[in-house]
């Protein structure tokens, strides 16, 4: 299922592989400049689901909550 009708906006469904992966479609990956290496923020909440994240938006906040942890895995 791709959205092409609202600008900005995307949606597709994807699988998981059998060692738990899932690949961005190309779409989205150029949407915001997901580029190969890149590291994402995967937030999880058991009621809410899952959500992927740019990580850049959110480290300056993660440096100053927890200075001394690494967000980049």
Do not use: H, N, S
Request: aromatic fraction near 6%; charged fraction near 30%; avoid cysteine.
């Amino acid at each position: 299922m791709v959205d092409d009708a609202r600008p900005g906006k995307f949606a597709a469904i994807v699988k998981v592989g059998p060692k738990g992966q899932i690949v961005i479609p190309k779409e989205a990956r150029a949407m915001f400049g997901i580029e190969p290496g890149a590291a994402l923020l995967l937030l999880a909440d058991e009621a809410r689901g899952i959500a992927i994240v740019r990580q850049e938006p959110f480290r300056e906040f993660i440096d100053t909550v927890m200075p001394d942890v690494r967000a980049d895995g």
